[in-house]
């Protein structure tokens, strides 16, 4: 089966544009549905979803804000009715590894019948150097509400060609795959890792939750995201999480980016270095 278009539903953020690049390499056609785009896709405006969709084969949705929060499996359940009744074959689904709200997601995407594919990921290792933690490297010192908690963090350049893949080749259809780096290592492992490839002094320290929500409190974050990152602090890093898995080998049939080797190749960009 030939692949010729595909809708990265939520935009060409950290894991969208990655795939969005690799699949216009391929001479797929792309759209990026997103508010800004035309036609636009807003998932808080059910009005724009149909369009969005109309006249694509398959579609990876990347749901925004997150899978945890309390109205995302209806969502996805909606989305998905939507996407079968606008000629959608097959719906790849970005989804987390133990959160209880992509889980229920996950089951109502299969729910209405449509070919899926879920990709479970961890962590990215791009959290560190494309998400929230950056700034807080850039001063020396990240501190988080996880202890010696291992979590098997991802590439998103990895979990870019699995998308890729499972979109443009049939018999990964109805499976689902977790999605880890070739090893765990702590929060603070992880840190040093980056100040050895970055030749700076760069310190991690455990700060209790309950401080680490007030801080988000009082910096103004909206209640919605200061939940989200409550229980993806309380839930997905109490351990669960922390077994490497295979199924970047599965789908490419190779090893999966090692931390190390992404924190040599990052920090060779200058993205680490003091910001000024």
Do not use: C
């Amino acid at each position: 089966m030939q692949i010729s278009s595909v809708a990265i539903i939520g935009g060409l953020g950290k894991t969208g544009g990655r795939v969005a690049r690799r699949l216009k390499d391929r001479g797929i056609d792309v759209r990026a549905a997103s508010r800004s785009t035309a036609p636009s896709f807003d998932w808080q405006d059910r009005g724009t979803w149909h369009a969005a969709l109309t006249g694509v084969a398959v579609a990876y949705v990347a749901f925004q804000p997150d899978l945890a929060v309390a109205w995302a499996a209806e969502a996805i359940s909606a989305l998905a009715k939507t996407a079968a009744d606008a000629g959608v074959g097959h719906i790849v689904l970005l989804s987390g590894r133990g959160e209880n709200g992509a889980v229920r997601s996950e089951n109502e995407l299969k729910a209405v019948g449509v070919d899926y594919t879920v990709l479970r990921a961890s962590w990215f290792n791009q959290n560190f150097s494309e998400g929230a933690f950056l700034d807080q490297l850039h001063q020396g010192k990240l501190a988080l509400p996880v202890g010696d908690v291992p979590e098997p963090f991802v590439d998103a350049d990895d979990l870019a060609d699995v998308a890729v893949e499972v979109l443009t080749n049939p018999r990964h259809r109805n499976q689902t795959y977790e999605l880890t780096g070739p090893r765990a290592l702590t929060f603070r492992e992880a840190v040093s890792e980056i100040a050895a490839a970055s030749g700076r002094t760069m310190e991690y320290e455990t700060v209790p939750v309950d401080a680490f929500i007030a801080g988000l409190t009082a910096a103004g974050l909206p209640l919605e995201t200061i939940d989200i990152l409550h229980e993806l602090f309380t839930q997905v890093l109490d351990g669960r999480n922390s077994n490497v898995t295979d199924g970047v080998r599965q789908v490419l049939s190779r090893r999966p980016k090692d931390f190390a080797d992404y924190a040599r190749e990052t920090a060779a960009t200058g993205i680490w270095s003091i910001q000024q």
